[in-house]
């Protein structure tokens, strides 16, 4: 049955070993069961990696997925997916990045791009129109990811071509390294630029002019119509799009959110004003940059001139670069965050996770564990913007104590094992800048997320800052000290974030009046579908339990793996939450039991349920 809109049914499949693609076609049941985005990844992966499949081998697969959205012109649709098995934890990876892949993508013909094998010498994947060549990259390679995109824009002559590429930590198989799209948008987390590298694949340029298909024009046109209104209205609209996320610094600092000393320090509010805004903007001249089709344009643009065309050609950093590379090492000195944060743009590396390694390097180094002759000379002390900006370099190419930082923070503390109360981590992925013990909802995204430690893997800190989801029937906002229904209320929005991570959307407009009632009649005019709210959180659950499944095909113990950092099970003594203790094990067993999982392991009644037969099989051998 043709699809009626939203889908072409087409993923391209591109094999690097052999030089070869072909298309392999999906029908409107697969859509309907996993959506598209992490939920398209999902299905592919489980399908092609077993537990001996080692992530930076060729027979690792990467994904690049769009969902239905990429078939519309809707605020919030310049997104795009890229999922594969973590370097980083071994586990299930994913990354979602703004620009302007997603829509060209779509509009070249294809759903999805599944890359296998190694090529012999560096490439890239050009894609267009229906059409997919593998090219030459080899004058590419060394190249920083900015400096291919216009290379590779240069070589095909258009300057509408979407470029996803690599920089040299991708080439150095950094474990976090990242992916730059279109120089202002990240595949940041989980090493996914590693993968590429040990691919040989250093870009991936999609141009499309296709229509895609859509059920009901009008009807979306109509919907979108009176949903922008709406979000035009919205307070975070007119912040994100004067400041971006930087206008989150000082307040996050105020309620104690933000990172501090690796998280041990309380409170940092002369800091948070220094690389918060209103300086941010006002001394960056900041200007917005939107993905495609979106009214805020939360990234970043740097104008004054005082700052290298290097820095200012890729986006400023955000909220969890200021604060991993900010105020996780005390660092106030805007202009080298700036720069250290420009320079993880170019080598493609995840800066929460150069801000995790460096946190548990510098407190290292004040306790004396390690030395200046460990750190090749560098002095890794707090507040030190030269020790962070060395160290940027250190770790994407590989030098000397960096080699050891670009392997994360397990294989640090499995050289160093007295320094892992200093290792801020889950499955070995660094905590992102939201602490848990300031908005306990968090603890599921900090220690049940599917991809490592995510504050974006079930944004429920939302119901804390008073944006429910009524129609789940999560009508009214939380105390975020409150631990009753924490766990109920983390797996909720877990499920929910997937459902728009395969959409694939940006959920900062859920914070701009776009509820879930919205987000489901812009996906039926889109599809010709009659999917309800309920059904989307079904969906959702799907596909985390799909997700879930795959660790635990990985070799994951949740029992060992779900547990809360050492570090953040310390109550802070001042600031906004002071002498909070997160009951984490309680939050975590209702998270366990209202995803009817016994011990971090799906019941076979539930798996059957979701149409996950296939897991049940695997896990209960029947």
């Given at each position: 049955m043709p699809f009626k809109g939203g889908y072409w049914g087409k993923i391209l499949w591109a094999d690097l070993t052999v030089g070869k693609t072909k298309v392999e076609e999906f029908d409107e049941n697969f859509a309907r069961k996993y959506l598209g985005g992490v939920g398209l990844g999902a299905r592919i992966v489980a399908d092609h990696v077993t537990k001996h499949t080692w992530p930076l081998s060729p027979s690792n697969v990467l994904v690049i997925a769009t969902g239905p959205y990429q078939a519309s012109t809707i605020g919030g649709a310049g997104k795009l997916v890229m999922c594969s098995r973590s370097p980083l934890t071994g586990y299930w990876g994913e990354s979602c990045a703004g620009g302007h892949g997603g829509p060209e993508l779509k509009r070249a013909g294809f759903d999805a791009i599944a890359v296998v094998g190694r090529a012999k010498r560096p490439?890239?994947?050009?894609?267009?129109?229906?059409?997919?060549?593998?090219?030459?990259?080899?004058?590419?390679?060394?190249?920083?990811?900015?400096?291919?995109?216009?290379?590779?824009?240069?070589?095909?002559?258009?300057?509408?071509?979407?470029?996803?590429?690599?920089?040299?930590?991708?080439?150095?198989?950094?474990?976090?390294?990242?992916?730059?799209?279109?120089?202002?948008g990240f595949f940041g987390r989980c090493g996914l630029g590693a993968v590429m590298g040990s691919k040989n694949l250093k870009a991936v340029a999609i141009r499309g002019t296709l229509e895609p298909p859509i059920a009901d024009p009008d009807r979306l046109k109509e919907l979108w119509s009176e949903i922008l209104k709406k979000v035009m209205?919205?307070?975070?609209?007119?912040?994100?799009?004067?400041?971006?996320?930087?206008?989150?610094?000082?307040?996050?600092?105020?309620?104690?959110?933000?990172?501090?000393?690796?998280?041990?320090?309380?409170?940092?509010?002369?800091?948070?004003?220094?690389?918060?805004?209103?300086?941010?903007?006002?001394?960056?001249?900041?200007?917005?940059?939107?993905?495609?089709?979106?009214?805020?344009?939360?990234?970043?643009?740097?104008?004054?001139?005082?700052?290298?065309?290097?820095?200012?050609?890729?986006?400023?950093?955000?909220?969890e670069t200021l604060a991993m590379l900010g105020s996780q090492l005390l660092i106030d000195d805007l202009d080298a965050v700036v720069e250290a944060a420009a320079m993880c743009n170019r080598y493609g590396l995840d800066t929460i996770e150069v801000g995790g390694v460096l946190g548990w390097a510098f407190e290292a180094y004040e306790k004396g564990i390690l030395t200046k002759e460990d750190t090749d000379g560098v002095e890794l002390k707090w507040g030190s913007g030269d020790a962070l900006i060395k160290m940027v370099e250190k770790i994407a190419m590989r030098d000397g104590f960096g080699n050891i930082l670009a392997d994360g923070l397990r294989a640090c503390v499995d050289r160093w094992p007295e320094t892992k109360p200093f290792a801020v981590e889950a499955y070995g992925q660094a905590v992102a800048a939201h602490d848990p013990r300031a908005f306990f909802s968090e603890t599921i995204t900090t220690i049940a997320s599917t991809r490592g430690s995510c504050h974006i893997?079930?944004?429920?800190?939302?119901?804390?800052?008073?944006?429910?989801?009524?129609?789940?029937?999560?009508?009214?906002?939380?105390?975020?000290?409150?631990?009753?229904?924490?766990?109920?209320?983390?797996?909720?929005?877990?499920?929910?974030?997937?459902?728009?991570?395969?959409?694939?959307?940006?959920?900062?407009?859920?914070?701009?009046?776009?509820?879930?009632?919205?987000?489901?009649?812009l996906l039926n005019a889109i599809t010709g579908w009659d999917v309800t709210p309920r059904e989307a959180r079904k969906i959702g659950e799907r596909i985390v339990c799909l997700q879930h499944c795959f660790n635990l095909m990985m070799g994951m113990d949740p029992v060992k793996e779900q547990v809360l950092p050492e570090r953040l099970m310390v109550p802070h003594k001042e600031g906004g939450a002071a002498g909070k203790v997160i009951p984490w094990q309680v939050i975590l067993k209702e998270y366990w039991e209202t995803k009817d999982w016994i011990n971090g392991v799906p019941t076979r009644a539930k798996l059957l349920e979701l149409g996950l037969d296939d897991m049940a099989k695997k896990i209960y051998g029947y």
């Open positions: 490439v890239y994947l050009w894609v267009h129109d229906g059409e997919a060549e593998i090219r030459d990259a080899s004058k590419l390679w060394g190249m920083d990811a900015c400096e291919v995109v216009d290379a590779i824009r240069e070589e095909l002559g258009d300057e509408k071509v979407s470029v996803a590429a690599i920089g040299q930590a991708g080439e150095n198989l950094v474990r976090y390294a990242c992916i730059v799209n279109d120089k202002h209205e919205a307070p975070f609209t007119k912040a994100n799009r004067e400041h971006g996320q930087a206008m989150a610094v000082v307040p996050r600092e105020e309620n104690g959110l933000l990172p501090m000393k690796n998280w041990a320090q309380d409170r940092w509010p002369e800091g948070a004003k220094k690389i918060g805004t209103p300086r941010f903007t006002e001394y960056l001249q900041n200007k917005p940059w939107p993905c495609s089709f979106c009214v805020m344009g939360c990234h970043r643009r740097i104008t004054n001139p005082k700052f290298s065309e290097k820095v200012r050609d890729t986006s400023g950093p955000e909220y893997h079930g944004f429920s800190e939302a119901i804390e800052l008073g944006v429910p989801l009524p129609e789940l029937g999560l009508t009214e906002g939380m105390d975020r000290f409150e631990w009753r229904r924490k766990g109920y209320v983390g797996a909720i929005y877990q499920d929910i974030q997937q459902f728009w991570n395969s959409l694939v959307w940006c959920f900062f407009y859920f914070f701009s009046n776009v509820n879930l009632t919205d987000q489901v009649n």
